[in-house]
């Protein structure tokens, strides 16, 4: 499994608005091969980054989506939220799973 984890620095005023962008996201990527789930995490203490984490079955697979029109069309409805609504740049982080619990 290959995950993808985007810490996302977003102020305080603007947690609400970024939480309604989420859900009510287009959800292109959940009809994308290899696409397995979407976790967000809101942060328990105020300043420190959102967590947006996706589960892919492969690298191949995420970067088909980041590479697609509907990575595209997913990531223009971000710009809702204006530029100062975060505290600095996301930053993204990829991993492969070496060890799952679910997976018995």
């Not at 287009?26 to 105020?46: E, H, Q, S, T």
């Not at 697979?61 to 990575?71: I, Y």
């Amino acid at each position: 499994m290959f995950v993808v984890m985007n810490r996302i620095p977003v102020k305080p005023e603007y947690a609400d608005q970024f939480e309604e962008a989420f859900r009510t996201r287009a959800r292109l990527v959940d009809r994308m091969p290899g696409f397995i789930r979407n976790l967000v995490l809101r942060p328990k203490n105020p300043g420190d980054p959102y967590v947006v984490m996706t589960f892919w079955e492969s690298e191949a697979a995420f970067r088909a989506w980041t590479e697609s029109p509907e990575f595209r069309e997913g990531h223009a409805r971000s710009g809702t939220l204006p530029k100062e609504a975060f505290l600095g740049p996301s930053k993204l982080e990829t991993f492969t799973a070496f060890l799952d619990s679910e997976a018995g």
